[in-house]
């Protein structure tokens, strides 16, 4: 079935570095793509739609200059965290939908720490 | 806007014992309902879904019945596993707007006791 793959799954970087999380599409072609972010045990909160071909759509509040989405292809999307710091420290998932009227399906994941 | 309440965890069940993990929701129009799951540190996967009124989806023994007259989705078990445990997530898709997009409800942590 369609799957998304996530990379990488879990990144540790020094306060500063710039981090970039690749979200793909594979054996389906997503025009649209969404990132979360997870902080522990809560829920889900849309940061981003990203949108192939134009530029993404951010939830209020979420900065745009900060997180980075470009959607380059009709298979990936890739968020950079740029200067990243402890605040930024979290999960963060993607997911596309293959078809307009079909659920989701997400990646594994990619695990954040910022020391 | 669309909003999600799902019943507050965590959730310890015995192997064997019946699950219920209550679902409620908000919505305008006719939205689809999703149960997801989490297991620790990986993404969510589909556990089951409707899209209609009165629809019931079921999957892994799992079952959740579309209710629009309660506004609710309530998950479903007879009889959990341990490998059951992991965080279940109610979800809905808008039926208009930017209904691509997924509301998602607090997550529920359920552990099973072999």
């Known amino acids: 079935g369609a799957v998304v793959s996530q990379h990488p799954s879990w990144v540790i970087c020094k306060s500063g570095t710039s981090v970039k999380i690749e979200c793909r599409s594979l054996?389906?072609?997503?025009?649209?793509m969404f990132w979360y972010r997870q902080f522990p045990k809560q829920s889900l909160m849309l940061m981003a739609t990203?949108?192939?071909?134009?530029?993404?759509?951010?939830e209020q509040g979420v900065e745009k200059d900060k997180f980075l989405i470009n959607h380059a292809s009709l298979t990936l999307s890739t968020l950079t965290v740029t200067s990243a710091h402890p605040e930024d420290s979290s999960f963060y998932i993607c997911?596309?939908?293959?078809?307009?009227?079909?659920?989701?399906?997400f990646g594994d994941g990619t695990r954040l720490s910022i020391l | 806007g669309d909003s999600v309440t799902q019943m507050e965890g965590p959730v310890t069940l015995s192997e064997e014992a019946f699950l219920t993990i209550n679902c409620t929701y908000t919505?305008?129009?006719?939205?689809?309902l999703f149960w997801y799951v989490q297991y620790p540190g990986e993404g969510l996967q589909l556990l089951l879904k409707?899209?209609?009124?009165?629809d019931k989806g079921s999957n892994k023994g799992f079952e959740a019945t579309y209710r629009k007259e309660t506004t609710s989705f309530h998950l479903e078990k007879g009889s959990v596993q341990v490998s059951d445990s992991a965080v279940y997530f109610c979800?809905?898709?808008?039926?208009?707007?930017?209904?691509?997009?997924?509301?998602f409800g607090s997550g529920t942590q359920l552990t099973v006791l072999p």
């Open positions: 054996d389906f072609q997503a025009t649209t």
């Open positions: 990203s949108n192939e071909g134009s530029k993404a759509t951010y």
């Open positions: 919505a305008t129009g006719y939205p689809s």
């Open positions: 997911s596309a939908p293959e078809y307009s009227n079909q659920p989701q399906h």
């Open positions: 979800a809905l898709k808008g039926s208009s707007g930017s209904a691509r997009q997924l509301t």
């Open positions: 409707a899209t209609k009124a009165d």
